[in-house]
């Protein structure tokens, strides 16, 4: 169980006025709870969704740059300073493993892998990703073999758009890993635009707006919906776009 929630007026007033506070749904967020074990957070692009990921992950110990929590490399300061102002409450348990996958930095994370697997004396990290390394696998072979061979269990996991690497069989893979470790007492938090994904049973999901974050189920996302819409109806949805 997490929540987080924002610490008022705590900022200078120059800070009000720019990014991250010029975006509506962050400065509109109060609290969020993090109740369940999948819990989703999906909208339109642009409306803040990385940016509050990124804020939350930085608060729970993770490099802003991705990885797990041992990792402490860095490429650019790119974040911004949300998470100084974010509070997160959390139950007492503590997980054992964590993984915050920003699907920008993924790249610099194999990179940082390949160079720590470079030291002289230090057990192969690569064998926890399948063996070889990120580089030489596909962006979803690797992001596969970092579900399925990195991950143990008992986890807070945070993706920023996962499915960016992965074909939609291979999300139904991801779900079935996913059941797995949930069952192992884990614990997700997914930005994402994925119908598939999004359909994790039971699983909270939270629309972005510009008036905040609102719950819903996942037949009423926009996800859902159109994916039907357009699956049942293609060639009249291409003559609305003006195909044809
Ligand atoms: N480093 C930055 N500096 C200034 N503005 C930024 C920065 N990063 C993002 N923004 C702006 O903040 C807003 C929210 O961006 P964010 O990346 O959080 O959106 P998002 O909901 O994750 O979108 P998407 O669905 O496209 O991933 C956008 O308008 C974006 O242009
Ligand atoms: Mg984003």
Same mark, same amino acid.
């Given at each position: 169980m997490i929540y987080i929630s924002q610490v008022k007026n705590h900022k200078p007033i120059e800070e009000r006025k720019a990014y991250p506070y010029n975006i509506p749904s962050i400065v509109n967020l109060n609290?969020?709870?993090?109740?369940?074990?999948?819990?989703?957070i999906t909208g339109e692009n642009g409306l803040g969704k990385s940016t509050l990921i990124e804020a939350i992950a930085i608060n729970a110990g993770f490099n802003p740059e991705g990885g797990g929590r041992n990792f402490n490399f860095r490429t650019q300061d790119s974040h911004s300073n949300l998470f100084s102002? $974010?509070?997160?409450?959390?139950?007492?348990?503590?997980?054992?493993?964590?993984?915050? $996958?920003r699907a920008e930095s993924f790249y610099n994370f194999a990179s940082n892998l390949d160079e720590l697997d470079a030291e002289p004396g230090l057990p192969p990290i690569k064998d926890y990703y399948g063996g070889k390394s990120l580089h030489e696998q596909s962006h979803g072979e690797s992001f596969l073999a970092l579900l399925v061979n990195r991950l143990y269990g008992n986890g807070l996991y945070i993706f920023d758009e996962p499915e960016s690497a992965l074909s939609i069989s291979s999300q139904f893979k991801m779900l079935v890993r996913m059941k797995k470790l949930v069952d192992k007492n884990s614990q997700f938090i997914i930005s994402t635009h994925s119908p598939f994904l999004l359909a994790y049973p039971d699983a909270d999901i939270y629309v972005v707006s510009h008036t905040g974050f609102e719950l819903v189920d996942y037949e009423s996302t926009e996800q859902y919906r159109l994916m039907?819409?357009?699956?049942?109806?293609?060639?009249?949805?291409? $003559?609305?776009?003006?195909?044809?």
């Open positions: 609290e969020l709870g993090f109740r369940k074990s999948v819990t989703f102002y $974010l509070r997160l409450t959390r139950s007492a348990y503590r997980e054992k493993d964590g993984f915050f $996958l039907k819409y357009f699956v049942g109806n293609y060639q009249r949805f291409l $003559l609305d776009l003006g195909f044809y």
